[in-house]
């Protein structure tokens, strides 16, 4: 999470607010042109890069409420560039916590279009409606809210499965999920101890709050690289209910005589999980990904953190082309999905996603649960979790995986944790998870006889 760009930058250093509105729409134009936000914001000049995430985020998190006040008030389509700057700055005066005053955005918005070619001739026609907005702000803003999209800022069918999936927390899930996300992160116990480290960081005025069996949350977000202990592998940033998937699978996982544990991890990068397992226990670790560079990001992590697996660049479902023929202990599928539990850090996906990508990524899913399940050792345990809170990606795949292989045993599994507390979670840490992103676990034995 970063901070506003009041905290992030003082006054004398801080570019002209024209500029960061000119960035943010140009990130934002690239986000609704179909790039994620981290690939919108790589394009930015770095000392810019701060402080536009932070608008666009503010924006994004408005994103269906300033589509319903912009077609109230332009007729037609402006061309991309001039709607981006406009939508900019309607979700920015949408926001809950203003971050600017209203005459000083609006100024700098103008000032933002006259200085960039592609605005430049409707500066006036962007000046106008945002005058309007704030003339009829209240009446505007009732008119867009009669729209649950608009309520609520996800798209209509996203809402609609929320509210199929849980019907008495909807409301919920929806609400947590336009929260800006804490910053957590795991302790790395095989070099130093949670409570030590906690301790170091309190006496630089750095405040944290313990969660699980190694996770701290910060009172405060800060860059990493600000993070005493970080580039030494003291600690890694990852969400508390990411940091689930290592105990889940190899907590009281008996261990054969004379070797480590044998452990695939499908779907690696970027390596957060695998740092995990190997931090963990003493296991042999293969990590998987389908993309050299993601796999570089798996090395780059394991490096920093002094811990060693097996990188494998490869398709893990076509398994003639990496394994070696040795059946593993565990497997860990973290297997690729809408990443509907995650908005609180990603408010760009819902812009991003579509209905249709849900069944889609399902059936990848069940490829994936049907490639590798033979790949795991009669009494070995399958973890697979996904980054969802869509039952068709979590609860549903794992019914219609149990009810077409008779081989498989669910055992006592987290389930959906929907953003947020929850207390379904509470049995399997030390403290109960507080503040975490929306996830999916199963936990899957194979039987010792076929059946």
Not at 7 to 28: F, K, M, V, Y
Not at 390 to 409: C, K, P
Request: glycine letters at 6%; a neutral charge.
């Amino acid at each position: 999470m970063t901070a506003s760009p009041k905290e992030t930058h003082t006054p004398a250093l801080a570019p002209p607010l024209w500029r960061q509105l000119q960035a943010c729409a140009q990130a934002l134009q690239a986000v609704c042109e179909g790039r994620n936000h981290a690939q919108a914001l790589s394009q930015v000049a770095t000392p810019l890069r701060p402080a536009t995430q932070a608008l666009l985020f503010e924006v994004l998190r408005h994103w269906e409420t300033t589509q319903a006040v912009r077609d109230m008030l332009v007729k037609r389509g402006p061309a991309a560039p001039v709607n981006a700057l406009l939508c900019t700055g309607l979700g920015l005066l949408l926001g809950t916590a203003a971050m600017y005053p209203a005459h000083t955005l609006v100024s700098q918005l103008v000032e933002a279009a006259k200085r960039h070619p592609p605005t430049r001739a409707q500066a006036a026609f962007i000046n106008a409606c945002v005058r309007r907005f704030l003339r009829e702000a209240t009446s505007l803003k009732a008119q867009a809210m009669q729209g649950l999209a608009a309520q609520w800022n996800f798209p209509l069918w996203w809402i609609q499965r929320v509210q199929r999936d849980y019907p008495n927390d909807w409301q919920t899930v929806l609400h947590a999920s336009q929260q800006a996300a804490p910053m957590g992160l795991r302790v790395n116990r095989r070099k130093i101890a949670r409570d030590h480290l906690q301790q170091q960081w309190a006496a630089q005025g750095v405040l944290s709050e313990a969660v699980g069996e190694v996770g701290l949350v910060l009172h405060q977000a800060r860059p990493v690289q600000a993070i005493a202990g970080f580039a030494q592998g003291w600690c890694s940033v990852q969400d508390v209910a990411a940091q689930l998937a290592a105990p889940l699978l190899l907590k009281d996982l008996p261990s054969p005589s004379a070797r480590p544990l044998r452990v695939l991890d499908a779907c690696a990068a970027p390596g957060g999980k695998t740092a995990h397992l190997l931090e963990y226990a003493d296991v042999d670790v293969w990590a998987i990904d389908i993309e050299e560079m993601r796999c570089q990001r798996i090395r780059d992590n394991l490096q920093r953190l002094d811990l060693q697996a097996h990188v494998v660049c490869a398709d893990v479902m076509d398994t003639a082309q990496w394994w070696d023929g040795g059946l593993f202990d565990a497997v860990l599928l973290d297997a690729p999905c809408t990443a509907s539990g995650i908005v609180r850090r990603h408010p760009d996906i819902p812009l991003l996603r579509r209905d249709s990508d849900v069944a889609a990524l399902a059936q990848t899913q069940r490829r994936m649960l049907d490639a590798l399940w033979p790949l795991l050792a009669p009494g070995g345990r399958m973890l697979y979790c996904t980054c969802s809170v869509f039952h068709e990606e979590g609860q549903g795949q794992i019914d219609s995986f149990l009810a077409r292989n008779t081989q498989a045993v669910l055992r006592p599994s987290p389930g959906h944790l929907i953003p947020g507390a929850s207390a379904n979670a509470t049995g399997l840490l030390d403290n109960a998870l507080r503040g975490h992103d929306g996830f999916f676990y199963a936990v899957l034995e194979r039987r010792q006889t076929d059946v």
